[in-house]
């Protein structure tokens, strides 16, 4: 049985009304005012928000699962990840601070989560796993996995998965109940079988992290090592591939970094539309069913015009890849070479015509950078802010809405 990674729409494209003011409600996560990121956002089986509250900066932080509620607007902090690990925060070592692209809903209801390091010791400024790697008191503990039951609020299994490592992205296969993985420092590819309760590491694939791992209509899982080559997990085969496909990178760049940083699957579920994550943005959509390879297509800068000279990373940061039930690609984009800000880009999937809808900001709030997007089954998008403290996200409702159809409720997004 084959299933999307991404719910099929049978509602209708709407052109929308463009000269519609642009509107924008910041969620702030005010009960935790030390956190400064947020990585995952997803939508559960049951049509929540869920999301995964970090602290990135400040020592001693646990990572906290958060729901919004569209329906009633309300916003509820579900569990601490410390307190759900037995790990406390103030023993010496590395927090799990982090749920990095690692929270995934199932079709069952569950949310699977794993931990990501970064978050210093509890009164240190800094903390890097390369120092710390033999220190016995100041390394990781290693990325630790969950299941969470967000209906009955029990928390149903614990497991460590890599030793002194944490985890950085992942991906669920729904039909064979495995989830994907990439390790960080060290770039491990592993899956991990639900029901066996089973880790399997495949080995590296480089040193740069991939920030991304989507799936195919048939559960395989894809990203990319250091110069931007597609790696395949091959379900079937159960082994890892590197196929002579890249994501695109810039004329004058070898490809080294330019690693995947976010992708979302076509309504259909036959396309992925990404973006890579590397100085000189680029957008691409690529077709893992044509040939044994699958085809990409580069579609250049995801807007505006080339940036000559680059000052950080996040000058053209581009992420919150989402498609809202009227048919069009959103993303969100920092737009250096206009005002630093971080605007809402839509994309007509059929032609390729770009529209930049302005800053995304609510009254003088803006994001400081948007890593990630999910959309709830009413249409609104959401888009997770990383760099303020404390953290947040912004609601946005596209003009136009559903249109001469129902959608299906269901997973949106099989990956973090």
Not at 10 to 26: D, M, P, Q, Y
Not at 143 to 159: C, H, M, Q, W
Not at 377 to 391: H, I, K, Q, V, W
Request: aromatic share 12%.
């Amino acid at each position: 049985m084959i299933r999307l990674p991404l719910t099929k729409l049978v509602c209708t494209k709407s052109t929308g009304n463009k000269n519609s003011k642009v509107s924008f409600k910041a969620i702030v996560f005010d009960k935790l005012p030390m956190h400064d990121t947020t990585w995952s956002i997803v939508t559960g089986a049951d049509g929540l928000i869920y999301i995964g509250i970090c602290g990135e900066m400040a020592g001693g932080l646990s990572a906290y699962i958060a729901s919004y509620d569209p329906a009633g607007d309300k916003l509820s902090y579900l569990l601490e990840v410390a307190d759900v690990l037995g790990i406390p925060v103030d023993n010496g070592q590395p927090t799990h601070g982090k749920v990095h692209y690692c929270l995934l809903p199932s079709e069952d209801g569950m949310l699977y989560a794993a931990t990501h390091c970064t978050c210093p010791p509890i009164g240190d400024f800094v903390w890097r796993p390369w120092h710390t790697w033999s220190d016995s008191s100041k390394r990781f503990s290693g990325s630790k996995i969950f299941g969470y039951n967000p209906a009955t609020g029990e928390v149903l299994f614990r497991d460590d998965l890599v030793p002194r490592q944490s985890t950085r992205c992942m991906a669920l296969n729904q039909e064979r109940e495995l989830i994907y993985g990439v390790t960080y420092p060290q770039d491990h590819f592993f899956v991990y079988d639900i029901a066996a309760r089973r880790v399997k590491d495949y080995g590296r694939i480089g040193s740069f992290n991939p920030q991304c791992i989507f799936l195919d209509r048939a559960g395989n899982g894809y990203t990319t090592n250091d110069y931007g080559f597609i790696i395949r997990y091959d379900v079937e085969k159960e082994r890892l591939e590197e196929l002579d496909v890249r994501v695109p990178h810039a004329a004058c760049r070898n490809g080294f970094h330019t690693v995947l940083y976010d992708a979302v699957a076509s309504p259909n579920g036959r396309v992925i539309y990404g973006v890579t994550w590397d100085f000189d943005v680029k957008l691409f959509r690529y077709f893992p069913e044509e040939g044994s390879q699958g085809r990409m297509e580069d579609l250049g800068k995801p807007y505006g015009p080339k940036i000559k000279t680059w000052w950080d990373i996040k000058d053209d940061h581009t992420g919150g890849l989402v498609f809202g039930l009227d048919g069009y690609l959103y993303m969100a984009m920092n737009l250096a070479s206009l005002d630093h800000k971080s605007h809402l880009i839509r994309i007509d999937p059929d032609s390729l015509a770009k529209e930049d809808l302005g800053a995304i900001h609510d009254g003088d709030i803006y994001p400081d950078h948007i890593c990630r997007a999910a959309r709830d089954y009413e249409g609104n998008l959401y888009f997770a802010d990383a760099g303020m403290r404390p953290s947040r996200m912004f609601k946005y409702t596209p003009a136009g809405g559903l249109q001469n159809g129902v959608c299906p409720q269901g997973i949106i997004r099989s990956w973090g």
